[in-house]
């Protein structure tokens, strides 16, 4: 009570030596909030033992000023004196005031121990130039997530790599547009990237987008991919090695059409792995444009028999792919077609089909249904040849008629012509495919006397000699 007594001029005329021999209770039971706050100077502040300084109540604590706790504590007495109650007293405005050295000695429990106010309260230095990496790690979401733009735009790389998932997940859209620069938000380890919250994807730049690694791109998650990257940032922020690191879910399930039609360019469509082509639903499949069709190498090989059936489009396929594309589609595919999508084959496109494909990828319906009179006449004569005599059957009379006569000469051989044309399609023929396209061995080896009694009259009389003496004696006796 005699401590208590003294006035704030006596209490400023202690030695330090006088301080010094200040006892626990003196200190904590005897000085007032008055004699600290207008009586103690930073010199006899900085020599009150770290123990007399816990020993200080939260209300001794607050009555010290911004000079007193900027100038008088030491490094000392913050670290080994100060509770973390006390440290929670310290007003925002005297927090604000400390040295780096005085927030590098802050233990973690004393940075847990701060308020959000005091958080908010740092300065730009203090948390650059203050802040270790253990202290970063030990701060608290809410206090994370209560950090300026401003604040988070200094944090070293080293700081940010500090960060939890936990911490990375409290990160606010506009703490990560407009705080983190690219160099930060590339020191992100692949959990926190994953941590980050759809709305914080989102609101990233493109330049932002652009530097991330590929791993942090394949860390990111479907609904990140999905809710979080937008078509900007996926057309003009994702390069196309990041592109083809996205994986098959990432791509399948993050990936909207709308991302997938407006959002990849064609460079970024041509670095899609096989597998990630191939992951792509039909829905995705029919968003592509015919430009990113047409960037598609023979990756088109990597589509399913369902996503060539149900998804190419038949402007997709009419105006997207090109002949080699065409030409690398399996022939079970092609058999997966439709008539339509068949239909939508360009005569270019149909010479590129390859003798496999036209062999054992048309279906009989495809040929008789799908192909037109223009697609036939387009077709190589090794196609035609390789064609079984059920799909010559398949093709219709004005198909017959579209062949021409080297498709009929060198394509068509004696056992389709024999077991494969009808006599209908045989009487579709013309003069000109009779007499310049049916070889002296396709009429007496392949017509049979059905067919030749189907020939009409102006086919039979435009028969060369050659083709004449050719005729059987059964083939002559079927003549009417």
Request: negative net charge; charged residues 5%.
């Amino acid at each position: 009570q005699d401590i208590a007594a003294l006035s704030t001029a006596q209490i400023a005329a202690l030695t330090t030596a006088g301080i010094v021999a200040l006892s626990t209770a003196q200190v904590n039971q005897g000085l007032t909030t008055a004699q600290i706050n207008l009586g103690l100077t930073t010199t006899q502040i900085a020599v009150i033992e770290t123990g007399d300084i816990a020993a200080l109540t939260t209300a001794q604590v607050v009555a010290l000023t911004t000079a007193q706790v900027n100038l008088g504590l030491t490094t000392a007495q913050i670290n080994l004196g100060l509770t973390t109650a006390q440290v929670a007293a310290i007003e925002t405005r005297d927090i604000a005031e400390l040295s780096t050295a005085q927030i590098a000695v802050l233990s973690t429990a004393q940075v847990v121990g701060l308020s959000t106010a005091q958080v908010v309260g740092l300065t730009t230095t203090q948390v650059r130039q203050g802040l270790s990496t253990a202290q970063v790690s030990a701060m608290e979401t809410r206090d994370i997530a209560a950090l300026g733009t401003g604040q988070i735009a200094v944090l070293s790389t080293e700081q940010v790599l500090a960060l939890g998932t936990a911490q990375a997940a409290a990160l606010g859209t506009a703490q990560v547009a407009l705080g983190l620069s690219t160099t930060q938000l590339a020191a992100l380890v692949t959990a926190d990237v994953a941590a980050l919250s759809t709305q914080a994807v989102a609101a990233l730049s493109t330049a932002q987008i652009a530097s991330l690694a590929t791993a942090q791109v394949a860390a990111l998650n479907t609904a990140q991919v999905n809710q979080g990257l937008t078509t900007a940032q996926i057309n003009l922020g994702l390069s196309t090695t990041q592109i083809a690191a996205l994986s098959t879910a990432q791509v399948n399930l993050g990936l909207s059409t709308v991302q997938v039609s407006l959002g990849l360019s064609t460079a970024q469509v041509e670095a899609l792995e096989t597998q990630d082509l191939a992951a792509l639903s039909s829905a995705q499949v029919r968003a592509l444009t015919t430009a990113q069709v047409v960037a598609l190498s023979t990756q088109v090989v990597a589509l399913s028999t369902a996503q060539v059936n149900q998804a190419l489009t038949t402007a997709q396929i009419n105006l997207g792919l090109s002949t080699a594309q065409v030409a690398a589609i399996e022939a079970q595919d092609i058999a997966a077609l439709s008539t339509a999508q068949i239909a939508a084959l360009s005569t270019a496109q149909v010479v590129g089909l390859s003798t496999a494909q036209v062999a054992l990828g048309l279906t009989t319906e495809q040929i008789n249904l799908g192909l037109s009179t223009a697609q036939v006449a387009a077709m190589e004569t090794q196609d035609i040849a390789a064609l079984s005599t059920a799909q010559i059957a398949a093709l219709t009379t004005a198909g017959i008629v579209a062949l021409t006569t080297a498709q009929v000469n060198l394509g068509l051989t004696t056992a389709q012509i024999n077991l494969g044309l009808t006599t209908t399609q045989i009487a579709a023929l013309s003069t000109a495919q009779v007499n310049l396209g049916l070889s002296t061995a396709q009429v007496s080896l392949g017509l049979a006397t059905a067919q030749v009694e189907a020939l009409e009259t102006q086919d039979l009389a435009a028969l060369s000699s050659a083709q004449v003496r050719a005729l059987t004696t059964a083939q002559v006796v079927a003549l009417s």
